[in-house]
């Protein structure tokens, strides 16, 4: 358990993979994938089938885990995440979901992505942490920059939506440039 000023980020059991489900493929408005990937087309499959494959797909990268839920009094929220572009090479890409829009605008995606962040660097096994995103999510963007990333990589017109064509945005901080600045990845 991680805590933030208004919840805690917490590692996720059954209780919380149904939670996951109804946002991802149940609840009418799906707003979190206007902005999360809506060029994925994501395939809604039965839940227990879902919470089977939830389970078997996470994984650990030196005793950290790769997903996290955000929790805001006891309801689940959101998540945070990580996972390998390159092991090898110690490449971790991130990110953050808040699929409840009653939380969204308040600061707790900024205030979560810090702590995340923070925990990441200081369990010490990376040297760089990035975001991809696409240059139609202005949220993921300002997220990225207000918590130090830089914008490293554009890929034109890559991404399709609603039969528009955006730019995929690559951003990413290292690890001297989270150091010098992470005084304010406090709480």
Do not use: C
Not at 179 to 186: A, L, P, T
């Amino acid at each position: 358990m991680i805590p933030f000023s208004k919840g805690e980020l917490v590692t996720i059991n059954d209780r919380i993979l149904e939670s996951i489900y109804y946002w991802k493929f149940e609840e009418t408005h799906q707003a979190a994938k206007k902005w999360n990937a809506p060029y994925i087309n994501e395939i809604k499959i039965d839940k227990a089938q879902f919470i089977e494959q939830m389970k078997q797909a996470r994984y650990i990268h030196n005793n950290v885990e790769s997903t996290l839920a955000i929790m805001v009094d006891n309801q689940f929220i959101g998540t945070v995440s990580s996972y390998w572009v390159d092991k090898n090479t110690n490449w971790l890409e991130i990110g953050i979901v808040i699929y409840d829009s009653d939380y969204w605008e308040d600061g707790i995606g900024t205030e979560v992505f810090k702590i995340w962040l923070n925990y990441l660097f200081e369990k010490n096994f990376v040297h760089r942490l990035g975001i991809s995103t696409w240059s139609g999510n202005d949220r993921m963007i300002s997220l990225a920059t207000k918590v130090g990333m830089t914008e490293e990589g554009r890929i034109r017109q890559a991404r399709q939506v609603k039969g528009e064509r955006y730019d995929a945005i690559k951003m990413g901080i290292l690890r001297h440039e989270w150091e010098n600045n992470k005084g304010s990845y406090r709480y």
